[in-house]
């Protein structure tokens, strides 16, 4: 007979955390914080991989950096790249990495100021604040937005695309409605640059026009630091954004509208139940108002206190 001899089979090279990265970006994911971590890893193989790993490396790129910060620059895109590259382990996140839970929002008679002193700044600024307000977009959510995707007869406004990915429908309360209603025409710009849509009734205007003609950045929120100092308002500093409007639509929808957290949630404005549980602490418990029924003194009664004998 005869014997041949069968060439051996190569063996593959053991899977990196490059090449896993590099296939995540490819996919369209987030590239956004991983070059630091390639910059420490580079071509260490994903087997080596590990929660001591990952703690490591965090500490060593952001020694200084919050657990928030750790968080959301190395273990957020370290649990995305290995998930696409197949590997379930579940990455711990640091303690403390959802950070405080304290929140700042408007009360009614604080909001209304605010309204009043936009409105002084500019009229579409003020209504600019009314509606994140009362849908609960965020800033780049509510500049997005276009006259066609607003539907005053049904009291809807469509947001085709928001921060957790999937499109969802806003609800408008008569109040806003007849605040868009009410909207005057655009003036021209007083440098004599021309401005979009000037004279035109506002709701009149091309479908395709985005309906606030605000751009993010330095100008619009020095209208809104201007408005609140008019207005008399004080916050903390990273709370005294266009954020507060999203943090006062979940507090006044939990108190004045009677939602729980799983309401909130459903509402689709907040994309699980751990981001919605935060407003619920805005507004004493049910249990907690219990507190009226414990016996109370009488003003001005004197209490004798009888000596026990013992």
């Known amino acids: 007979g005869e014997f041949s ?24 994911g987030e590239r956004r914080y991983v070059e630091p971590i390639l910059n420490v890893w ?35 895109p370290i649990s995305a790249i290995l998930k696409r590259a197949g590997i379930e382990n579940k990455v711990k996140r640091p303690k403390g990495w959802r950070g405080k839970k304290s929140t700042s929002w408007l009360e009614p008679a604080q909001a209304f100021a605010l309204f009043d002193a936009a409105d002084a700044i500019d009229a579409e600024f003020g209504l600019l604040c009314r509606f ?68 035109m009734k506002f709701l009149e205007r091309p479908a395709e026009a985005k309906l606030f003609r605000f751009h993010k950045g330095g100008a619009l929120y020095d209208m809104l630091k201007e408005a609140m100092k008019a207005a008399r308002l004080v916050f903390p500093v990273r709370q005294r954004g266009f954020h507060l409007f999203c943090h006062t639509y979940g507090s006044w929808m939990h108190r004045f509208g009677n939602l729980d957290t799983h309401g909130l949630t459903r509402t689709g404005r907040w994309a699980d139940a751990d981001s919605a549980d935060r407003y619920v602490h805005t507004g004493a418990a049910e249990e907690a108002q219990r507190s009226d029924l414990l016996p109370t003194p009488k003003r001005g009664e004197v209490v004798e206190i009888k000596k026990v004998a013992s």
């Open 132 to 199: 994140l307000l009362y849908t609960g977009m965020r800033l780049n959510e509510g500049l997005g937005v276009e006259v066609r995707h607003l539907h005053l007869e049904r009291g809807f406004v469509y947001l085709p695309d928001s921060k957790n990915g999937e499109p969802r429908g806003c609800h408008l309360p008569a109040f806003l409605i007849d605040e868009f209603k009410a909207q005057p025409p655009r003036i021209a710009r007083k440098d004599g640059k021309p401005q979009t849509d000037a004279g």
């Open 5 to 28: 001899r069968r060439a051996a089979p190569a063996v593959a090279a053991p899977a990196t955390f490059l090449s896993a990265a590099v296939a995540y970006m490819q996919a369209d």
């Open 42 to 76: 580079g071509e260490k193989p994903l087997a080596e991989i590990d929660q001591i790993a990952i703690d490591t490396l965090a500490s060593t790129i952001y020694p200084k950096g919050s657990a928030a910060t750790r968080n959301r620059q190395v273990y957020t």
